[in-house]
């Protein structure tokens, strides 16, 4: 693990994310409005995905319409089944699932946002 998890997040067992691919706007007025992304302005697809602190893959759900929120897919998704006591979860302001986690027995982690365009450390 770095050093600069050591230090403040010694149980941090993933940081996650979603990410939207995007796609060909589908015939199906149905998947059309299953897939349009408000966000990106376009029709998408979004996936969470878990990185270990060390840059491996850990977890990658499977593929949702752009118009589900970050929360739903990270409780449907089965992410939550994989979580054990006491790990840390690292994520952005918009995972709002500090208490998915407690009923877990584990904690979310959320770093200082970033000012202007400078990078975190």
Known sequence: MPDQFKKSCKN??????CTEIFIEKPRS????????SDS?????LK??????PNGQ???VSRSYG???SDVHIVRESGF?????PYDTIMADRGFPIQEDLMLCFSSLEIPPAAKGNRQMT
């Open 40 to 44: 990106k302005k376009h029709n998408t």
């Open 57 to 59: 893959f850990s977890f």
């Open 29 to 36: 007025l149905d998947l059309q409005a299953e897939t349009w």
């Open 47 to 52: 996936v969470l995905v878990g990185i270990t």
């Open 66 to 68: 752009g118009r589900a």
């Open 80 to 84: 939550l089944d994989l979580i054990e």
């Open 12 to 17: 941090l067992r993933c940081i996650i994310d």
